[in-house]
């Protein structure tokens, strides 16, 4: 055989094999089809439907069209759809309309508001209960709203938080929160730049993990000691802060500092993970870049399974296991592993990327069941046999107002300033200020305060008022329209469905009656479709994602 045959066999297989190599890597790297969602999405499914059928029961069947609308709406923009998209979505003949529907709600500017609120409510809750920190909000909204825009995976959001340059320091990081400047100082400011809070917060919300209570003492229901706690607490030893009027702000870092003295001993620890690994530090190394690299590094035990659970329960109400922030405790109940490891290695594999999870999850025919109860045994959340009821957050509750009453907030300027100097604010701020927490969800029972709020506020009263009310004008100015239309317009605009023939039999009678009671008084009858709709939006089946 010539040396010449030889080289050109030669260069032929490693032609081939370089393109197979190039062919295996693209493979390996192109985002997953629409086929590959739903074929994972089934393999949840399932999952959840062995443990059903070992638990003896039955799962409740699909949501129709309209109630998934409602929800998906609610889960993924924070508000309940428009009359024309609740029209648009229901009268699709696609087979694919529901996937379709969530893969055009995750391109929207809406789904990045609501995601930032969020994720925002998750990193910085201090901001419901302490004025100081909100007004450092407008900051940190900015510096979180880029990540989800962007989609940036929830490793890089993890390690652009835990490994934050503190650029601005002393009264010029006042200035930055102020302005609504990009910046994550609020994060530390919130936690008061102490490396305990900092530590806590981190295990808490990135790797699902509660060990704050071994700060003091050995944990009393884990494996957690006391000097692990301090071990983790001493990769954010370096962080300094001053304290400016009521503000504690940033002051000049030691990054490379990485060992603290525990309170009340005098022992001292070193930079450790909580696995019991430790660093491999070389010189100039930055303490805390360590600490995010382990976090969000694909081997960690932790991170993918935390942030999995986390989604998983923001869309069912109920996590994988329970509670959410107490992965190892001996008080956790893990009803679901396989699927837990199941979406943790999937979520892994497609290097953390959450829009890729939240569409396996809204697949599942676990997210989409009813929220009726056909069968014993459904009410059991662990088992997610059905949808389970749950209340709209403040944010959701007023967004869907307002959506569907067609309310324009003229607004008050920066509510956070006016605020300070008591001037006015926008409708929003103040439903928000009296409903509470924006992070939870409004209770049914609501005081008499915040009832009158919704039911008698600005925002109510000028949405059902015949002169002011977009949604009402645009109704009884429509030519032809019979009254009938007009009541399905009104329960499009609210509950996102047609109402049934009782219903329309109902509203019909009312606004008969009162028509009649008028004795030919002019706008009787819009007057009566206007009531109509104030019961709508005061209604139980309003204030609940379905």
Known sequence: MST???RARLTTFLSLFAFAFLMGASIHAKSPT?????????????????QLAKSKVKAAPLADDAEFLRRIYLDLAGRIPTVAEARRFLQSKKKDKRALLVDELLSRSGYVTHFTHVWRDLLIPEA?????VKLQQN???????DRVKTNASLAELARDLITARMTTTGPASIATSFTGQASPVAFFSAKEFRPENLAAATARVFLGLNVECAQCHNHPFANWKREQFWELAAFYSGMRSQTLMDFIVPSKEKPEQRELTIPGTSKTVQAVFLDGSKPKWKPKDRTRDALAEWVTAKSNPYFAKATVNRLWAYFHGTGLYEPIDDMVGDGTTLTHPKTLSLLAEAFTKQDFDPKFLIRVITSTRAYQRTSSTTAKGQ????????AHLRGLTAEQLFDSVA???????SGGGNDLISGILGGPRSARAEFLTRFGSTDRPVESQTSILQALSLMNGRVTASATSLE???????ILEAPFASTKTRIETLYLATFSRMPTTKEVAMAEKFIQKRVAKSKGKKNAAALALADVFWALLNSSEFVLNH
């Open 379 to 386: 009410d059991d959340q662990t088992l997610f046999a059905k």
């Open 4 to 6: 010449l045959f030889v």
């Open 128 to 132: 419901n209960n302490s004025f100081i």
């Open 139 to 145: 900051g940190f909204e900015a510096w979180l709203k």
């Open 34 to 50: 629409a086929e590959d969602i739903q074929n994972l999405a089934n393999k949840v499914d399932q999952l959840i439907e062995a």
């Open 468 to 474: 002011k009310s977009e949604t009402l004008a645009a």
């Open 403 to 409: 959506t569907a009453t067609g309310y324009r907030d």
